[in-house]
């Protein structure tokens, strides 16, 4: 067997001591790390059993209504599906939500890459003068025989931070809870992109249906008119009557043209939600629905998982959190262990010898001894920054459950307004009914026709707008409760 040569027994040598100052340095770093600051804890919130505005109010749809596929297919419209699906595609704020997401997901790799050495390459070619230099001649020092001298080295270096005192795992933890809050935000924009257009397309059918009741109108008053005239002319009626009719007509016409004006402004608040342009989108007019599905609020402590935007605030006070632990590890000395394998020589075709080689290994301890009240003040900051997000938090459960109780009293009260609405329609139609039958009998003068037209009117237009109101509300409390999206879907970057 050959032995090995002096200088490669050397080389041999070397890489055994690294290794193994390398596997020490891992062992001793995995005994003494641990993550300074404090663990994370949610913050408690007190929530009442129930929802006091619920009552004995029995929503229309079983318990798991929103679990079984996108809410707002439980109105049954197809031009709603149609639109809603379109609402992740286009939307704009939407997709800024998303690419926000996807930036706090790379500052999660980048946090993790802490965890690992980095290990650079170098190559590189110097010349110089072999002594004194007496002349240069195109930018280079040339020697007093006319020579210049050349060095080429090639080598790896490496740098590794321990992460002794949890510094970069605290860093990690905060930019993962900052990315879940990044994800609950995209969906809380999503929810509300969603709910925004339902309640602009339920209010675009309710002008749809004014429309309708407004073109109904003008034709029976077309008809009164027509009756006043002729009754007129047999001289059975004055000339008072007529010009009366003819008030009523004008009157309804004018609301008939002005209630296109808001339906135009929802169809291109509907266009910008898709992220289209007013110009190139338009609905066909349609009735609106008169049914009003409405689903369960469960419990208080429920919003907790069920809401986004309290899944966001959350986050925020976990990543808040882990910010304590970032800034109190630098109370510690900072353990870097580095190394570097370098060959230099005067011929690259000769370079990689041992000759040439010049390595080096070891650990930098690193503290800073004074520094002003610096990292106090820094650790002040962490902490008062966490008790703000933790205020921020409990707040926004307060407002959760605060849109809730709102939506459930709207609701609830709609629903008796609403069958106290259809009597008085029926009634005010009976009457108008009557009234005209009347006046052609000569009973009684035009007026009370005037008076029982407007009765009928604004009685129909209240119970329209008390359907429109109550279909928003139903929208309104399914966005309040979540819209079904529940925390496990938060992603774990």
Request: aromatic share 6%.
């Amino acid at each position: 067997m050959t032995r090995l040569s002096h200088s490669a027994a050397s080389h041999t040598t070397a890489i055994l001591r690294f290794t193994r100052w390398f596997c020490m340095s891992i062992l001793l770093a995995a005994a003494a790390s641990c993550a300074v600051g404090p663990n994370y804890h949610r913050p408690k919130v007190d929530a009442a059993p129930d929802f006091k505005e619920a009552g004995d109010w029995k929503p229309s749809e079983p318990n798991d209504a929103l679990s079984r596929g996108p809410w707002w297919e439980i109105y049954g419209d197809d031009a709603l599906n149609q639109l809603e699906v379109r609402i992740d595609i286009s939307n704009q704020n939407v997709k800024a939500a998303a690419a926000a997401f996807d930036q706090s997901r790379a500052l999660v790799a980048q946090a993790r890459a802490g965890f690992w050495p980095t290990v650079a390459a170098s190559v590189s070619r110097q010349r110089g003068a072999a002594g004194a230099p007496t002349a240069t001649g195109a930018g280079l020092p040339v020697s007093s025989s006319g020579r210049s001298h050349i060095t080429d080295s090639a080598g790896l270096s490496a740098n590794w931070d321990l992460d002794i005192w949890g510094k970069i795992r605290r860093t990690t933890e905060s930019e993962r809870a900052s990315a879940q809050s990044s994800a609950a935000a995209l969906a809380a924009a999503r929810l509300s992109a969603q709910a925004e257009l339902a309640i602009d397309y339920f209010e675009l059918r309710a002008q749809d249906q004014l429309q309708k009741l407004l073109d109904d109108t003008v034709e029976a008053e077309t008809l009164s008119l027509k009756i006043a005239e002729s009754r007129y002319r047999f001289g059975v009626a004055a000339r008072a009557d007529v010009v009366n009719a003819q008030a009523q007509l004008l009157s309804s016409q004018a609301q008939q043209i002005n209630a296109k004006i808001q339906r135009g402004i929802l169809e291109h608040a509907i266009a910008v939600l898709i992220g289209q342009q007013p110009a190139s989108f338009s609905l066909s007019p349609s009735s609106l629905r008169t049914g009003v599905p409405t689903v369960p609020p469960g419990i208080p402590s429920t919003l907790l998982e069920r809401r986004p935007d309290i899944a966001e605030a959350e986050r925020k006070v976990a990543a808040a959190n882990a910010q304590i632990g970032v800034a109190t590890a630098a109370y510690f000395p900072d353990l870097t262990l580095s190394g570097s394998d370098d060959y230099t020589g005067n011929s690259m075709s000769h370079l990689i010898r041992a000759s040439n080689r010049v390595w080096s290994i070891g650990p930098a301890l690193a503290e800073t001894l004074f520094d002003g009240g610096l990292r106090r003040a820094q650790v002040a900051q962490a902490r008062a920054a966490y008790e703000g997000t933790v205020d921020s938090y409990r707040q926004t459960v307060l407002a959760g459950f605060q849109q809730v109780e709102d939506e459930l009293v709207t609701l609830r009260v709609l629903e008796q307004q609403a069958i106290i609405e259809e009597a008085a329609v029926a009634a005010a139609q009976e009457a108008e009914k009557l009234t005209l039958n009347q006046y052609k009998a000569g009973t009684v003068p035009y007026s009370s026709v005037i008076t029982a037209q407007t009765a009928r009117l604004s009685a129909e237009q209240t119970a329209l707008t008390v359907l429109s109101n109550r279909l928003q509300a139903s929208v309104a409390l399914i966005e309040a409760v979540g819209g079904g999206w529940n925390a496990s879907q938060l992603p774990l970057p």
